[in-house]
């Protein structure tokens, strides 16, 4: 069993920086990608960014050239730096992992950017 665990949310002006972790435990030898997603209400949860297991990634055009997805590989974390932040980042941000190819969710963590 995979478990994920988001931290590193809370409320920032906009044009601030926030890091998001997911700290990934359990069973987690066969890693096939890590994903950043969020849900803002009333809207459908959306990819914010993607890394797999070679290395490449993924992001929404409306994070592009503001937010970068990494991982530390010895501390089973799954960082994603958010830059420049926009009133329309405000959502829930949940990390999402795939192993064995099975998908497991983390619970979710709150921003919020005010203008």
């Known amino acids: 069993q995979v478990q994920l665990v988001e931290s590193g949310g809370g409320l920032v002006q906009a044009g601030g920086s926030l890091r998001l972790s997911c700290a990934v435990s359990g069973s987690t030898r066969n890693f096939n990608a890590a994903g950043w997603y969020r849900q803002a209400p009333g809207k459908q949860r959306e990819l914010v960014a993607s890394?797999?297991?070679?290395?490449?990634?993924n992001y929404a055009d409306s994070v592009k050239g503001r937010f970068t997805i990494s991982v530390d590989n010895a501390k089973n974390l799954v960082h994603l730096q958010m830059n420049s932040l926009k009133p329309e980042d405000t959502a829930v941000y949940y990390c999402?992992?795939?192993?064995?190819?099975?998908?497991?969710w983390g619970q979710g963590t709150q921003v919020t950017v005010s203008s």
């Open positions: 890394l797999s297991s070679s290395g490449s990634t």
């Open positions: 999402k992992g795939i192993v064995n190819w099975t998908q497991y």
